[in-house]
């Protein structure tokens, strides 16, 4: 099992920063990937930034150029440091991790931009 908890979330104006972090506990030692994704209600959650062991990295064209995403695999923790923010990168953000064939989440933490 893994266990992932993410935090850094919260209120910040358009425009500024916040850096999300995901710590990850338990059988993290065969982890692949690791993401962080979005999802508004109603919508199907969408990827924001996946990166593997090997430390390449994807992201949404949404949030290229403008989010970071990076891994600390002393602290076992992701992070997403989300610049230049946006009204609609108003969601919550999940923190995702790849073992094999499972998947694990977080439970998400809000992220709220406002105009």
């Known amino acids: 099992q893994v266990q992932l908890v993410e935090s850094g979330g919260g209120l910040v104006q358009a425009g500024g920063s916040l850096r999300l972090s995901c710590a990850a506990s338990?059988?993290?030692?065969?982890?692949?990937?690791m993401g962080w994704y979005r999802q508004v209600p109603g919508k199907q959650r969408e990827l924001v930034a996946t990166?593997?062991?090997?430390?390449?990295?994807n992201y949404a064209d949404s949030v290229k150029g403008r989010f970071t995403i990076s891994r600390d695999n002393a602290k076992n923790t992701l992070y997403l440091q989300m610049n230049s923010l946006k009204p609609e990168d108003t969601t919550v953000y999940y923190c995702?991790?790849?073992?094999?064939?499972?998947?694990?989440w977080g439970q998400g933490t809000h992220v709220t931009v406002s105009s």
């Open positions: 995702k991790a790849v073992r094999g064939f499972l998947v694990y």
């Open positions: 338990g059988s993290i030692s065969s982890i692949t990937v």
């Open positions: 990166i593997t062991s090997a430390g390449s990295t």
